[in-house]
């Protein structure tokens, strides 16, 4: 059965600090993979995307994630968080698969809540 | 572009009363999606549908209908309110073209109390 995991429920990380967000995933096919963020209240905004090629992706407000076939990961980074990057961060992942059942349709993780301290 | 729009942004239903929550597109985008997000479970996926008059069911589809008659609105309904539906529901769309089906756009979503 496909899944998406994202081990940490919850981060806290300081002001300036690196950030670093785990997503696993379980598929039967090349998976198309997402990174979204929710601030308080919002809707979901695309962070990255991954689709194919270079396996290390630029995104938005300065993240970036990188894709591991070996190891089913995605994890998400950011060099330095500032106080506005708290929020819920979910992992997505879509596939192709031989059905068309698959088509469009994107599972996502349980999300990881990062708090950021001064 | 207006992008994904929702509404109402709030409600409380008092269980058994029935409602209907708005989305709409104005992108043209064929592939649209109903989630319902609970803490701790991310989203799921309610119904789906790939272009006017196709729906599908997705991964928690009891209690609610849902139909699209156009491109741009796919309404999703819930027919006998249960507190089970308390939850915060988000719409999405998608372009039908490979790749990007998946990169999902979504609404700034609806806020649901069932009491």
């Known amino acids: 059965a496909q899944s998406v995991t994202q081990p940490d429920i919850h981060i806290t990380v300081s002001e300036g600090a690196s950030l670093e967000l785990r997503c696993n995933y379980s598929?039967?096919?090349?998976?198309?993979l997402f990174w979204y963020v929710q601030s308080p209240g919002q809707g979901l905004q695309l962070l990255l995307k991954y689709f194919s090629g270079d396996t290390l992706v630029q995104g938005i407000k300065g993240f970036e994630a990188e894709f591991k076939r070996s190891q089913s990961s995605f994890n998400l980074r950011k060099p330095s968080v500032h106080w506005s990057d708290a929020a819920e961060y979910f992992c997505a992942v879509g596939a192709l698969r031989g059905s068309t059942d698959s088509w469009g349709k994107l599972q996502f993780g349980a999300g990881t809540q990062v708090v950021v301290t001064p | 572009n207006a992008g994904v729009t929702q509404t109402p942004k709030f409600q409380v239903l008092k269980t058994g009363q029935s409602m209907t929550l708005q989305c709409a597109q104005d992108m043209n985008h064929e592939y649209m999606s109903w989630y319902r997000q609970d803490p701790g479970m991310g989203l799921r996926l309610i119904h789906y549908?790939?272009?006017?008059?196709?729906?599908d069911q997705g991964e928690v589809p009891n209690g609610y209908n849902v139909s699209r008659s156009t491109t741009e609105d796919f309404p999703l309904r819930l027919l006998s309110a249960a507190p089970s539906q308390t939850s915060v529901y988000f719409c999405?769309?998608?372009?039908?073209?490979?790749?990007?089906?998946?990169?999902?756009?979504f609404g700034p979503g609806t806020r649901l109390t069932v009491t």
């Open positions: 999405a769309s998608s372009s039908s073209t490979r790749q990007l089906m998946f990169e999902q756009y």
């Open positions: 598929y039967g096919a090349t998976p198309y």
């Open positions: 549908s790939v272009g006017a008059g196709i729906t």
